[in-house]
């Protein structure tokens, strides 16, 4: 097994080592363990390696990657310290060769440490040379200790960093920089100059600057700020908003305070946002793909130039300077073009940032927000963002300054945002060249046209809303990366983004915003909003009142952003919390007001399709017309050939350059190398969904795998009828065996030729007349048809109980699966039909009569120990752990068990998995002599994640009225013990601890019993029922009292069966069982903590008199038991003495 873990991924290095470890030498399940887009650049030439796949042999060996932080902060994660834990104990168990081989990887130095080999086959070259293995340990340890010093003059007071941040800016983006920053454990305070309301409300680190009598500082000018940077003896500037930087502030902190860190442009970088005139020139002069523009000092050339276009060329119209984001026009006629012009020049309506024009060709396409990282050498893009501008829903009203933003924007394919950032590392290399070096943010603001990703302009800072949806997905330290951007070392720092997150923002504005609007009133709800799960309420124009109340002082006044695993669930996050906030009037009228349709077409995209195809592509036509006519939710956006003059290339190149259109050679390739390239491709252009249209190549079991349940094939006949044919020899197959029936299939593709899951079937007749290639023709003209089926039911927009997770058949299929298992335990009052509304008991048929019997109720779960059940795959045992857990608590109180019901609760209905954990109940109800009278089966997607499931029980028992126990315990009673089965359902938390300490996992060999299998499958032995053994007694009323052992253990559980006048003295514990063994020198447990935590092989005391203890064990060896322990007895107890005393310890 390699495990690759923690850091950088895209080092070309560590790819070709993974590489090698897959597709040379066998090495399985690499685990990129918080990797960047890891799987994808491994798809990709020169690797093209499947992840978690490995071709040819395999070994057991492993082998760790381990990418060291590249920095304290990073190291200092609770993350990295177990993953510097692992690797210490792993290099000090270096001895042990099942251990594997450690190799270390710098991103500082793009070295693997202790390697100085020049080696193309590193694994071969450690191999071949034994005593490498101590230098790679060597330098590993090496570097962790290093790590270790700098931490620990972290923590000293005299070495600690403790750094002071002054946030030029109020805004919501201010406030976010200002969270952001303040996680940082380098940073001691964040100054926010002048702040809002939020950033003075959230405390801690973060406060709102104060000048030196301690008065609120209202001013951001070039002298307010040096002043205070001095003052508080900052050690870092942020400049949020373009102002400050246009207005030079930069400059003025780099003469005055040298040894300041300003993260943000000078005001020579600034320009790039200052002057659109100068933007547009400089994109052009070199070659960043733009609108084609002029820029215009008068307007009269402006006009003339306009009215020397086409009139139906749609142009925009835009200020050149800074315009607070309202300087550009966007007419839709000539004369609308000529009017803006006007506006703008000779009217004067943006000032001075109006003296120059820059009118360019509208472009169309999705707008996305792009930042960057610069460091004034190259630059690392942010994901790529999508704000809403219009104030009204629908994309309508006026222009604001954003009404809500998201990220990732899935618009942006992993292709384009290497496009993109390819754009942004450009313009920082040629700003440098012309001797203006670029430090800070740069936005992008991108046009994602027909013809590909244009740029719009550029913003030199963070945009607003959009870094209140980028930042909480940061997961590097923002103080980190901004401090790597002023010293010019970005290359040196791994800017990593959390994967598979997604944060979307809600603006809450005052109604009327942007016109005229109201201010001061008192903001209601922000408590309850900031309690909703995995949200941030930032602030933007608020303030605090004298009596600490939040009042609203700006148009946009909230961005309440909400986080999830995909951009559905973080918008119900976000509108949850909106739906806790209202601005109101004295009148209570509601002054609120917030789009309700963010991210809307995100979440209704069109399907992105891939095409794999070989010939003419016939079936395609059909499915590209029918997009075309907008029936089809969908768009190509990929067609891979492995034939250079295949036809079906052409059909892609006819959609458009935006879309992959790409010949892949497979000479000199593995079919598992070639398939890997081709899904690169693929994935490069976002697909989502495949098809193989006329594709005539055996795809690998890596291509299925990845691509499995999205991927589907036409195939020419009535699957399963004539699978493995190809083309004419159908068609030939069909006639010759006389079939009066033929017609097409679309089967999702598995490794199995033809086998997968159907999906659409078309049948057309065939004539007595029909040869095998009038036959293809009519089946091939049913094929594209088929093909807009198949991927209408894909992605088809009405949404069901199904699309919400949910398959009410599922369900039905689970309840008649089961419904022979459950009538295999009837008994006596029941006869254990399923499908009823309630399960029925006759208490009466069971011999029980109502005036003289109790009814005891018992419920519980089966813990932790379902997440072992989980990752082994193993669940019919789990079913007879919950029935134990609650029958063996209803014979404790003298009752025997009637009935069972349980309640199975999932994120995604497994009817097989499902089915087995019922079987399992069913055998544990049948060794308790209880009905399972029913159930119930919750598949609830938002609750539970995919594969995972809970169990609870519910067992009813009766018990005569003069019989319940316990009752007449008393001194001198003997205690005897019934052996566990194992480690039962209890204490699970601290097993899977242990065996993760162990360095352990469920498939690993068992340890502690040899002939148990795997640690898995010893842990997994099912609790034992006591039922059946312990009725005998009752009945012949021989039982005091009767204690299950289970959470608490001994010393917790049998306390609960004794009268407060006497305890319990253990004088005959058996051995520990070699489990318990094992744990207990694993944890380092003494001796009373493993009687509280474990069963410790005794899983039931009996309390008996003494003058029946014989009889009782004649008893208890009739039903079974032929092991009976003598635990000890029970005497007075004195005092406030513990009702427990060990007088023997655990061997």
């Known amino acids: 097994m390699a495990k690759a873990i923690c850091g950088i991924f895209h080092a070309s290095g560590v790819l070709e ?82 251990v594997g081989q450690v190799i270390a990887f710098d991103v500082s130095s793009n070295s693997f440490l202790g390697l100085d080999s020049s080696s193309s086959d590193i694994i071969d070259f450690i191999k071949t040379n034994p005593s490498l293995s101590g230098s790679l340990a060597c330098a590993t340890l090496a570097a962790l200790s290093a790590l270790d010093s700098k931490a620990t003059e972290q923590l000293l007071p005299a070495t600690t960093q403790s750094d002071t941040v002054v946030l030029i800016g109020s805004g919501g983006r201010e406030h976010a920089l200002a969270v952001a920053l303040a996680q940082s454990p380098l940073v001691k305070e964040v100054i926010v100059c002048p702040g809002n309301g939020g950033t003075k409300a959230e405390g801690g680190k973060i406060s709102n600057a104060v000048d030196s009598d301690g008065n609120p500082i209202s001013k951001q000018d070039n002298d307010t700020v040096l002043e205070l940077v001095k003052r508080v003896n900052a050690k870092m500037v942020v400049v949020g908003p373009e102002q400050p930087l246009v207005d030079g502030v930069v400059d003025v902190l780099a003469v005055e305070c040298s040894s300041v860190k300003v993260f943000g442009p000078s005001k020579a970088g600034a320009e790039l946002e200052a002057s659109k005139a100068f933007t547009k020139d400089f994109l052009q002069q070199h070659g960043i793909p733009t609108a084609k523009y002029q820029n215009f000092t008068s307007a009269d050339e402006a006009i003339a130039y306009v009215k020397s276009l086409d009139p139906n060329d749609r142009q925009v119209v835009k200020a050149s300077g800074l315009a607070a984001g309202k300087g550009v026009l966007l007419p839709t006629t000539q004369e609308e073009t000529i009017e803006a012009v006007r506006e703008i020049m000779s009217d ?110 550029y913003n030199c800072r963070f945009g607003d809303p959009e870094t209140q949806v980028v930042l909480p997905l940061l997961e590097t330290d923002l103080y980190e990366v901004m401090t790597a951007c002023c010293d010019g070392k970005l290359d040196s720092i791994d800017v990593r983004f959390k994967e598979n997150v997604s944060a979307a923002t809600v603006v809450c504005a005052a109604k009327g915003y942007p016109e005229s609007y109201p201010k001061g009133m008192a903001i209601q709800g922000l408590e309850q909003a900031g309690s909703v799960d995995n949200v941030k309420v930032y602030h933007a124009g ?187 020899e159908v068609h030939q197959a069909v006639i010759d065996a006389k079939e009066t029936e033929s017609g097409c299939t679309i089967h999702e593709v598995t490794e199995e030729v033809d086998g997968g899951p159907i999906v659409i079937q078309k049948v057309v007749k065939v004539d007595d007349s029909d040869t095998a290639e009038s036959l293809k023709s009519k089946v091939q003209a049913l094929e594209g048809v088929a093909f807009i089926e198949a991927i209408q039911k894909k992605c088809k927009t009405t949404v069901s109980y199904a699309d919400a997770g949910v398959s009410i058949d599922a369900g039905n299929s689970l309840v008649e699966m089961i419904k022979p298992a459950c009538k295999a335990t009837r008994r006596p009052g029941c006869d254990a039909d399923l499908g009823g509304f309630g399960g029925l008991f006759d208490l009466a048929a069971a011999g029980y009569k109502s005036e003289d019997t109790i009814i005891i109720g018992a419920t519980d779960g089966v813990g932790t120990k379902l997440r072992v059940a989980h990752m082994t795959k193993k669940h019919e045992s789990v079913g007879i752990d919950l029935v134990a857990m609650c029958v063996n608590d209803l014979i404790v109180a003298g009752g025997e068990p009637l009935f069972f019901l349980d309640y199975f609760a999932t994120g995604k209905l497994d009817v097989n998995e499902a089915a087995a954990v019922v079987r399992g109940i069913a055998e544990g109800c049948s060794q308790a002599g209880c009905g399972l009278i029913g159930g119930e089966t919750a598949e609830m997607p938002s609750m539970y994640a995919p594969g995972d499931y809970d169990l609870a029980g519910f067992s009813v028992g009766a018990v005569h009225k003069d019989k319940v126990l316990p009752q007449n315990v008393s001194a001198g009673d003997v205690l005897l013990g019934l052996p566990s089965s194992g480690v039962h359902s209890n204490g699970f938390s601290l097993v899977r601890k242990l065996v993760e300490k162990a360095n352990l996992d469920y498939e690993s060999a068992c340890p502690w019993d040899k002939n148990a299998g795997t640690v898995g499958d010893s842990l997994l032995t099912p609790t034992k029922i006591y039922v059946k053994c312990c009725l005998p007694l009752l009945k012949k009323d021989m039982l005091t009292g009767l204690s299950h052992i289970t959470g608490g253990g001994l010393l917790e559980n049998l306390p609960r069966s004794l009268p407060s006048n006497v305890k319990a003295e253990i004088t005959g514990h058996p051995p520990l069982p070699a489990v318990f063994s094992w744990m207990k020198q694993i944890s380092g447990l003494d001796d009373y903590e493993m009687l509280r935590t474990f069963n410790n092989g005794v899983g039931m005391v009996l309390i008996v008199k003494s003058d029946v203890v014989d009889e009782a064990k004649t008893l208890l060896r009739e039903a079974g038991e032929d092991v009976v322990y003598d635990l000890g007895v029970l005497t007075e107890r004195q005092g406030d003495e513990e009702q427990v005393e060990m007088k023997c310890s655990l061997a």
Not at 68 to 88: D, G, M, N, W
């Open 17 to 98: 080592l993974v590489s090698q470890a897959v597709s040379k030498h066998g090495y399985q399940s690499i685990q990129p363990l918080r990797s960047q887009n890891f799987e994808y650049e491994l798809l990709k030439a020169p690797y093209r390696t499947f992840l978690n796949t490995a071709a040819g042999k395999t070994t057991d060996t492993q082998l760790i990657i381990y990418n060291l932080p590249s920095s304290l902060t990073e190291y200092l994660s609770e993350a990295s310290q177990k993953e510097a834990s692992f690797i210490r104990s792993t290099l000090f168990a270096g001895s042990n060769a099942s």
């Open 348 to 457: 004067k309506a943006f000032g001075a940032a109006g003296d120059t024009c820059v009118i360019e060709s509208f472009m169309t396409g999705p707008e996305a927000s792009c930042l960057a990282f610069c460091d004034g050498k190259t630059a690392v893009l942010m994901p790529a963002a999508q704000d809403h501008k219009r104030a009204l829903d629908n994309d309508e009203g006026l222009n604001t300054g954003g009404m809500g933003a998201y990220a990732p924007a899935p618009c942006v394919t992993p292709e384009m945002h290497k496009e993109i950032e390819a754009m942004c590392i450009k313009t920082v290399e040629k700003m440098a060249e012309r001797g203006t070096p670029y430090v800070g943010v740069l936005y992008a603001g991108m046009m994602l046209t027909p013809n590909g990703p244009s740029m719009l302009e």
């Open 542 to 728: 608020t303030k605090l009142d004298d009596e600490n109340v939040t009042r609203c002082s700006g148009g946009r006044v909230l961005a309440v952003t909400g986080m999830g695993s995909n951009l559905t669930e973080a918008l119900a996050a976000s509108y949850k919390a909106v739906k806790q906030i209202t601005f109101e009037d004295s009148n209570g009228d509601s002054l609120m007001h917030y789009r309700t349709d963010i991210a809307k077409g995100a979440i209704r995209k069109k399907l992105r399709i891939g095409v794999l195809g070989s010939t003419r592509g016939t079936a395609l036509l059909p499915v590209m017309e029918a997009i075309a006519t907008g029936s089809l939710h969908a768009e190509i956006v990929a067609v891979v050939s492995n034939r250079s003059k295949a036809l079906i290339l052409e059909k892609g190149k006819s959609l458009g350059v935006t879309v992959t259109t790409q010949f892949v050679s497979s000479k000199g390739l593995t079919r598992d190398q070639y398939d890997a390239e081709c899904t690169s491709v693929l994935v490069g252009a976002g697909v989502e969904y495949m098809l193989l249209v006329g594709y005539m190549r055996i795809l690998s079991k890596q291509f299925c795998d990845y691509w499995a349940g999205r991927c589907i094939n036409v195939h020419p006949s009535l699957l399963p009828k004539h699978a493995g044919g190809m083309d004419l």
